[in-house]
Each structure stands twice: as C-alpha cells, then as structure tokens.
C-alpha cells in the first residue's frame, strides 16, 4: 500500500506541472497519454502540421503508473494508450467513451483477428483500437545458454545461471512467470498460491543481475546477462543488435497483452482525438511507428508491407499455437492489488 501511494503521489506531483494549459478547454490542441519510447517522436509533428492541432504530450513508465497519473485527475486527458488490463479496469469504473468509428476510416486497416483478441477486454470492440500486441518471454544469449534450456521458465531458476539473470520490474509479469512456474493462472486471488509464488521469487532472487523495464534489451545486446524475462517486441529489438540472442515462450504459457487506445472520460476535444486515432491507423503513419517502437502491429496494411522474413518472425509475430497457450491479465480488485502490492515490496526489500 506503502508503494502505491508513493506512485499515486509521484503522478501528482508529474502531473502538476501540465495542469494550468491543460485543464483548461482549448479546442485547438490534443492531449495525449502514452508509454515511454512507443511513438515515433516525427510524427507528433507531421500531425500538428497536417491538423493545424497542438499535441500536448505525456508518458509513463508502468502501466500501474499510468492508472494513478490518469486518476490524479490534474490533466484531462483526450487519448490515452495503455495495457489491456488496466483498460477494463478504467471501463468498469465507467472511465471511458465509446469511440465514433464513422470519424475513423482508417479503421478499417485493422486486423479483424487481433479485434477478436480484443474482445478478452473490450466486449464489442466499441471503445479501444489495439495498437500493438505480444508476449512475455525468455530472451537468451545463445554462447551461454542451450536453448533446449529455455522451454520452462524453470530457467530462469537455475544456479548456474547466478547473476546473469533479469527479471521485469514489474509486479504483475515478474510474479506470472512464477504463477504459470507454478501451474496457475495469473490472474489468481488465492493468498495462498500468491504467497507461494513469493517464495517461489524469493528462492530465485539470489540469482537475479536485476530487475529492468527499458533497458532489458540494451542490456542483452551488449551481454551483460544470459537471460532474461522479456516482452517479445523488446527481445525482437534486441536480436536486431545481436545475432546471439533468441527468444522462447515457456510450454507452461505465458502473458499475451494488446496495449490499445481508448478516449478517456475526461476528453474535451473528442473530435480531435478522434482525428488523431484515424491518423494512428493510417498505413503510412503504422508503419513509422512499426519500425521505431518494433512491436507486433494488429495493422494489416503494414504487415502486407513487410518483408517475408519479419512476417514469420514468430518473436515479433507469434502464432495462434503460442497465442492461444497465454492469458490476458484480468484487474484484480482492490484488496489483491494492496496484497499484490506488499508481496512486491516483500521481495524488494529481500
């Protein structure tokens, strides 16, 4: 509880800052809400030229970072991307607004398949526009590790290992690997299977190089560790800088994750973030972002583009095999997340 009002707090006072220009209505802007390093910076202003529009623009680290930035309630955000878990957790709590998809053309380069995916959070598929998807996985440093190995998340549980290991810094995907370790779902509320997967973590710490976001890839690249728990899009950007890394999905299952758009209640311009929506899904605009953010795009016009070999890239793009072996995160109420969240600190502060 200790660390989640310091994040709440932390998005306050972030957020300070932006609060006099944009809390005030200003029919001419848009006011964006996305993670870190996941747009092509280029075309903020490509859109601002194209709209005569303003883009006032935010990011966050974490998806649970973004849920306290958005509920400090000090920007009134008009566009906001995120994690598929903390999306349905904002529409529960009535947070969002359907989405005129007459306003949005462009739409319709979207991938109906990745639409049914969508459907885990977004029943009707009436309020989000997924943006990119994934996995959550092994990478591994092929001189150091026998990939035969990297099958189980067992691996990253091996003494030998001691050191060279990296874990997400962050709650829900570090504590999944342990959960489907385990043979449980990881969107379990049972203490009991929690506080397991807590020894569990625990018995593995030891072990760990350390516990990274952003800079998990850069890390591999250079052959700091020999394995680590990543998000595929990461490990695709990583094995592009070295040819040594490879990339597994555990037979146990894993996470699969759709980070999508979605207008937040407190929009004031939603003809603009409408605009600035159909302006995502354009071909041109989709395929920018592919190549600088190099995550898997449910966008079908960019991936006809693509050359065969980055389109059977099963890290970049898995297969339905994979896909259908993973779980979406589900919100948890509020009591786990206050456990979820003491469990955290628990095994920080080992």
């Known amino acids: 509880m200790k660390q989640w009002k310091l994040v709440f707090l932390s998005a306050v006072l972030c957020t300070f800052f932006l609060t006099g220009c944009a809390s005030k209505n200003d029919p001419d802007t848009v006011t964006i809400l996305n993670y870190g390093k996941y747009f092509e910076p280029g075309l903020l202003d490509q859109f601002e030229e194209e709209t005569g529009l303003t883009v006032k623009y935010e990011e966050y680290e974490s998806p649970e970072e973004m849920y306290a930035k958005y509920k400090a ?32 053309p462009e739409f319709s380069n979207i991938d109906p398949k990745y639409l049914n995916y969508c459907k885990n959070f977004d029943a009707d598929n009436s309020f989000t526009i997924p943006y ?22 067992s691996v990253l549980w091996d003494k030998k290992y001691s050191g060279q290991i990296i874990m997400e810094n962050s709650v829900r995907d570090t504590y999944m690997a342990a959960q489907k370790l385990l043979g449980v779902s990881c969107n379990t509320t049972d203490r009991d299977v929690l506080d397991r997967s807590l020894d569990l973590l625990l018995e593995q710490k030891p ?66 973030a409408e605009l600035f929506l159909n302006f995502l899904c354009r071909p041109d605009a989709a ?64």
């Not at 529960?92 to 306003?103: K, S």
């Open 73 to 104: 309630g000090s920007i009134h955000y008009d566009v906001a991307c995120t994690s598929d878990y903390i999306i349905q957790k904002l529409h529960e709590e009535g947070e969002t607004l359907e989405i005129d998809f007459e306003n949005i």
């Open 207 to 272: 072990l760990v190089y350390s516990y990274l976001s952003d800079e998990t890839a850069d890390w591999m690249a250079a052959g700091n560790a020999a394995l680590a728990e990543v998000y595929s899009g990461e490990a695709a950007y990583a094995q592009s800088l070295n040819e040594d890394l490879a990339f597994s999905v555990p037979k146990e299952g894993s996470n699969m994750w759709v980070d999508a758009w979605f207008i937040p209640k407190t929009c004031r311009n939603k003809k603009n």
């Open 132 to 153: 990119f998807f994934g996995t959550v996985g092994i990478l591994y440093n092929t001189t150091m590790v026998d990939p035969a190995e990297t099958d189980t998340w």
């Open 287 to 350: 395929m920018e972002n592919f190549d600088y953010v190099y995550y898997a795009t449910p966008n079908k016009a960019v991936f006809e583009q693509l050359d065969p070999e980055i389109q059977n890239d099963k890290t970049i793009f898995p297969d339905s095999e994979t896909l259908d072996n993973c779980e979406f995160f589900q919100p948890l109420d509020e009591i786990t997340t206050n456990y979820y969240t003491e469990l955290w600190e628990a095994l920080k502060a080992y």
